[in-house]
């Protein structure tokens, strides 16, 4: 005798859906559904990077899921995969099939295309069948389907760039301009800086012959990708604009030097 149950037929009245999520110390997170009929549950937890920098020519994500019932024993059917996308999108748009490791631990390395509208959290979804069975004796089981299930979530980042350049006024101060933004890829295969406007950038000066640099302000990336200051400078000494660190992107640094005469 075979029931079935899917994580999705909430309104059945047979079965209990959970999810959490949580991170794990280290450099993966953790989150699982459970899925309960009257007889048996059956969990499916995933592990993923707690954060994942998606570089324009795309980023391999190792997703493990592992799966362990109430019941007696559990055997998960061929066919297993796993997806990730946006939050919304309950089926994801890169995924890849699950491959045994060992016990009911199963792997899939999904390939997240630099192209891809990814930032900020992401949701992993899971699509297998499981069997589990009741109890020693019973050759009874439950089937229970994984339907777009979410198991766990993702922190993406783009990598940033930074470009600064300086030229020195007559009245004792010096221009400072760039442009910062997201490196995204193309789909004819190269990258471009996609737009951060909002994003802050710290400037420093390192005077010649100093021990280290020191801040002198921050200011605010425009929406054309660009910024720009004019601040006081006697000295020859090297400036540093540093792109901070948001959760859509990762900081990154330009120096320039500037020369008095």
């Known amino acids: 005798m075979a029931r079935r149950a899917t994580a999705a037929l909430l309104g059945a009245g047979l079965i209990l859906t959970t999810a959490t999520v949580s991170a794990a110390p280290g450099s993966t997170t953790t989150g699982s559904t459970a899925t309960r009929t ?3 549950s059956v969990t499916a937890r995933g592990t993923v990077p707690a954060q994942v920098l ?3 020519s795309g980023t391999a994500v190792r997703v493990d899921v592992t799966f362990s019932t109430t019941g007696r024993a559990l055997t998960v ?3 297993a995969s796993v997806s990730v996308g946006s939050r919304t999108d309950l089926m994801g748009w890169a995924g890849e099939d699950l491959e045994h490791v060992r016990g ?3 792997r899939a390395t999904v390939h997240l295309p630099g192209t891809a509208e ?3 959290s992401l949701a992993v979804y899971l699509s297998a069948t499981a069997r589990a069975t009741f109890g020693p004796g019973v050759e009874a089981y439950d089937e229970v389907v994984f339907d777009g299930a979410r198991i766990a979530e993702l922190q993406v980042r783009r990598p ?3 470009t600064l350049g300086a030229y020195h006024v007559v009245d004792g101060g010096t221009v400072l301009y760039g442009d910062a933004g997201e490196r995204v890829g193309t789909f004819s295969g190269g990258s471009a800086l996609r737009t951060a406007p909002g994003a802050k950038v710290r400037l420093s000066f390192d005077p010649a012959g100093d021990a280290r640099k020191r801040y002198v302000t ?3 990336v425009g929406a054309r990708d660009t910024f720009w200051a004019e601040l006081p400078q006697k000295r020859t000494g090297t400036w540093t604009a540093e792109l901070l660190a948001t959760s ?3 900081a990154s640094t330009a120096t320039k030097k500037v020369t008095i005469r």
Request: net charge neutral; proline share 4%.
């Open 248 to 250: 859509g992107h990762s």
């Open 104 to 106: 009911t631990t199963y």
């Open 77 to 79: 059917e061929d066919g």
């Open 38 to 40: 009257r007889d048996v």
């Open 218 to 220: 921050t200011v605010t």
């Open 118 to 120: 990814a930032r900020g």
């Open 160 to 162: 940033s760039k930074v």
């Open 54 to 56: 998606l570089q324009p």
